[in-house]
């Protein structure tokens, strides 16, 4: 199931477990908000809101709080010597869709607990022998070319350089 909410006078389309960056919200890291205007649920029977879904909520978890990149403002009035530069970073929040409420249910006050990765189990056998080959065949390096000898009777001459001439006899 999929929703689009809006918020900051933008749409965005979330599903559970969805990691979005919206303008800046009142709230901690690590709280849960509601986001009341649901604009539409799809899934197998899509709902489309007249312009919202009444007792449709999507509830989200702040994670962060960023800026975004540096935007420079630069004014130039040419002839008058008149310059202005000026920086500004837009705040966000990053926020982490926990649940898809319908009917009015409420969301929950705490964020859920999110699962731990686990590591990958270890090969057995020849597998795991072919799994070493692999990793020492990406290791090997290769042997260092050998340099050619150096010739004392010839002088060496530089690449694109011009070959030297005798002076003409007057």
Do not use: C, W
């Amino acid at each position: 199931m999929f929703a689009v909410i809006k918020a900051g006078g933008k749409q965005y389309r979330v599903v559970a477990e969805d990691v979005i960056r919206i303008d800046r919200v009142a709230a901690e890291p690590g709280q849960v908000i509601e986001f009341g205007e649901v604009l539409l649920l799809g899934g197998d029977k899509p709902t489309v809101g007249v312009p919202t879904i009444a007792g449709a909520t999507v509830a989200g978890e702040v994670l962060q709080h960023t800026r975004g990149d540096k935007v420079i403002a630069f004014k130039k009035r040419r002839r008058k010597n008149s310059r202005r530069k000026r920086g500004f970073r837009h705040d966000f929040s990053v926020i982490r869709i926990t649940e898809i409420l319908t009917d009015g249910a409420k969301p929950q006050t705490t964020p859920p607990a999110r699962p731990k990765k686990e590591p990958k189990p270890k090969l057995e056998g020849e597998a795991a022998e072919a799994q070493a080959a692999k990793t020492a065949e990406k290791k090997a390096k290769k042997p260092a070319a050998k340099k050619a000898e150096k010739k004392a009777d010839k002088p060496r001459v530089k690449a694109g350089a011009k070959p030297a001439t005798k002076a003409k006899k007057k």
